[in-house]
C-alpha cells in the first residue's frame, strides 16, 4: 500500500501560519542565550524608536494588557536594560528608556533577527525576497496590523 503523501502546497493562511509558527519558535530558541524571549525584544525594539514613553503609552501601542507590561519592564529593569525615569512632563508617571546595555542587547538581538531571516527566507533571491515582504506589508496593512508590533502582544496575560 503506498503511503499518501503530504501536499506540496496549500491554502495561503496556512502557509503564512505555519510559516509564522515556525519562524516564531526558531527565534525564541536563538534569543535563549541572550536570556531574552520575543517579547522583551519587542519592548527593546519599541523603546529604542520612542524613548520617553510612559508605561501607558507603550501598553496602547503594543495591544498588551498593561499588568503584562509592568511584569515584562520589570524583568527589564531588573537586568539593567531599561529603566524608568521620572517624566519631564507629568511627575505621576514614568518614561521608559533603555539603558546603554539594553541598547547593547537589542543590537545583538537584531543581529540575531537578521541572521534569521537570511535562514528562514534562503530558498529566496534577493528580488524574491523583496516581493514577498512588499505582498506581506500589504496583508498586513489591509489587516489592520500596526507597523512593527507583533499581534501576539494582545494576547498575553489574557485566558
Known amino acids: 500500500m503506498k503511503q499518501r503523501q503530504p501536499p506540496r502546497s496549500g491554502p495561503t493562511a496556512f502557509l503564512?501560519?505555519?510559516?509564522?509558527?515556525?519562524?516564531a519558535i526558531r527565534f525564541a530558541q536563538k534569543l535563549g542565550p541572550l536570556?531574552?524571549?520575543?517579547p522583551h525584544v519587542g519592548i527593546l525594539r519599541a523603546l529604542s524608536e520612542s524613548a520617553g514613553m510612559?508605561?501607558?503609552q507603550l501598553a496602547t501601542l503594543l495591544g498588551l494588557h498593561p499588568s503584562r507590561l509592568v511584569a515584562l519592564v520589570d524583568d527589564l529593569e531588573g537586568r539593567g536594560l531599561a529603566e524608568r525615569r521620572e517624566s519631564p512632563d507629568d511627575r505621576r508617571t514614568h518614561a521608559?528608556?533603555?539603558?546603554?546595555?539594553?541598547k547593547k542587547t537589542l543590537a545583538e538581538a537584531m543581529r540575531i533577527s537578521s541572521k534569521h531571516q537570511d535562514e528562514l527566507c534562503a530558498a529566496l533571491d534577493a528580488k524574491e525576497r523583496e516581493q514577498l515582504a512588499q505582498l506581506l506589508?500589504?496583508?498586513a496593512q489591509q489587516q489592520g496590523l500596526t507597523p512593527g508590533v507583533h499581534p501576539g502582544f494582545s494576547k498575553m496575560g489574557k485566558k
Not at 503564512?16 to 519562524?23: I, T
Not at 536570556?35 to 520575543?38: E, I, R
Not at 521608559?96 to 539594553?102: I, K, M, P, V
Open 137 to 139: 506589508e500589504k496583508i
Open 96 to 102: 521608559l528608556a533603555l539603558t546603554e546595555d539594553g
Open 16 to 23: 503564512l501560519s505555519q510559516v509564522g509558527a515556525h519562524a
Open 35 to 38: 536570556g531574552l524571549a520575543p
Open 54 to 56: 510612559s508605561q501607558q
